[in-house]
């Protein structure tokens, strides 16, 4: 059992980099920074290119969200009704080498955006998917007790290796202005600094970082082979429509999935444009968005293993309660300050001030968004039926991913209503106060009996 749980660690562990290297500190903002300048040439004004960079990269990841959303259960309805999550596991995995490798092909001249975030929509589709089908797992893992661990155990593993790609990629590949890299060096293997290669190869090396980490994967968590029929799309979706009727039923679930809907949309959104605010709004170059990476993901790792063990003493409803306060305080931070000034405060002229605030925003964001996240799978596994596991995250899934068009179009609407990328990240605000509100009807213990995961080992 204990190599089986390894197992599952290295998923967090090899698909962590696409997160963070991809979504949130250097492809993110590289993107948006290339489109900006493009959108400057074809004759939009500083601000309001930088808008339209913060609208383009908004409306990748909503149509990406969509489909997540709306497909995810019925995959896992299928996959719990031939009970082969290996397989769809691997077909996913696939997806996210191809999408991220194609980012190889970036041009920094801005000649192919769509065809990048189409790639980039690819992989990060495949990364979500397989998500669920890791997180069904989690109920065979451990009691009802021990799976807040686990989880947060998992996540502080996956982290971990988030930090250790980064401190890569920018050791060796990601240039700074003057061609270097973070510690002086040329970009690795020759790499072209003019054109990018160093920042572009960070695809294909999150690409072969999730090959080779995948392996224990595949080695260590062993399921039984699948016995049911081959699941097909009719029995998908009766299942589906079976357990959303159903919900009606369990006021507590019903109530935990809205309620997750909206903090988890709102801390994708805090993700997503973490590194995109630093680049549009306090102007940071690459690298510097890579240490604030490195410092937010270090603090993630911890927080998420602390997160474990509060989780496992006090249960997963007051540590959720207690992270997305603290993240309203800090979307309330980040919408208030510039370069200039902090609610009105001015900064002196030249101050690293608001560098300084928004590095500690970032422990924050990745210290109790990584609480959230372990705290919220260890609540919905008390609310799951180990032999619908599936089709239940798959549920989770769609809560998380039918409205995570919302984050995305909002901060769109918002940025293109105030032409300001700073502004237009207010609408996470009002996303985590929903979340918060509907979370008083959820049962701090679940609505699912304690289960026996020696069958599972």
Known sequence: MRKRI???????WASQPYHTLLVTFVFGPFFAGVAADYFMTQGLADEAAKAQAQVIWSQCLTIAGLIIGFSAPFLGAMADISGKRINWITIF??????GASGLWFMDPAGSNLWWMLASFGFGFIGAEYA????????PSLGTKKEVGKISGSGFAFGYLGGVFSLIIALALFVE?????TLVGLD???GLNAAEKEGTRAVGPFTALWFMIFMVPYFLWVREPKGTGPRGTFGQAFGLVVTSVKNLRNRKSLTSYLVSS???RDSL?????FGGVYAALVLNWELTLIGAFGIIAVVSAAAFSWVGGSWDRKYGPKPVITIAILVLILVCITVVGMDRSQIFGIAFAEGSNAPDIIFMTCGVVIGGFGGILQSASRSLMVRHTDPEKATESFGLYGLSGRATAFLAPALIAAATAATESARLGVSPL???FLIGLLLLRWVKPQGDQPEWDTTASA
Do not use: T
């Open 261 to 263: 809907m909206f903090y």
């Open 6 to 12: 390894w197992g599952w660690y290295f998923f967090d």
């Open 429 to 431: 605000i009002a996303l």
């Open 93 to 98: 995995s696939v997806m996210v080498v191809i």
């Open 131 to 138: 998500l669920i089908f890791i997180n069904a797992q989690l």
């Open 187 to 189: 970009p690795i293997f």
């Open 268 to 272: 994708n959104g805090l993700y997503s």
């Open 176 to 180: 700074q202005p003057n061609g270097k």
